[in-house]
């Protein structure tokens, strides 16, 4: 009799415990110090690199994570020029080696240039379109977008 009490107790105490804990969970912190709001508010923000259906079709409004100093621009060139110019030629003008074969043919990265939403190239670089090759797994986010700098400052 004197044992269940006991028991109860323990019982009534561990629930508290965790409901304390459930109450406290979005405030306490997390293995990397950073509370759950936090790494949930990080997420978010890495969110600017995720995808998803709220950005809309075109991801307009959606810009580029990284800021578009003349080294990301001259990494995003030497990216293009390693990666890209065998189609789009060296200056993104559709003229590279390999354009005669496609049909249809690499855009004129120039052409297109400022005239569409950062998002809108990082998605064509990640996903393909036609002959265009997907890079989703072939380069990580970062080179995505500092290829997406490289490309719209063609238009300057
Ligand atoms: C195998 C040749 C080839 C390679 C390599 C290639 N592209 Fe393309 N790219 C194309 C073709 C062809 C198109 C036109 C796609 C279409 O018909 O919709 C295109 C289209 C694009 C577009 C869309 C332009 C527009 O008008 O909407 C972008 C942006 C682009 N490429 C960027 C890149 C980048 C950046 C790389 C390097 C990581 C790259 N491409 C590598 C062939 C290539």
Known sequence: ?????????????????LAIAAWLGP????????????????????GAMAMGPRFGRHGRGMHNPLPATPEAIAEGRALFQARCAACHGPRGRGDGPAAGALQPPPADLARVAGTRPDMYFFRVVSFGRNRMPAYRDALSERERWLLVHFIQALAR
């Open 1 to 17: 009799m004197k044992r269940s009490r006991t028991s109860g107790r323990a019982v009534r105490a561990a629930l508290a415990a």
């Open 27 to 46: 405030w306490l912190p997390g293995p990397g110090g950073e509370t759950p709001a936090m790494m949930h508010h990080r997420k978010g923000g890495g």
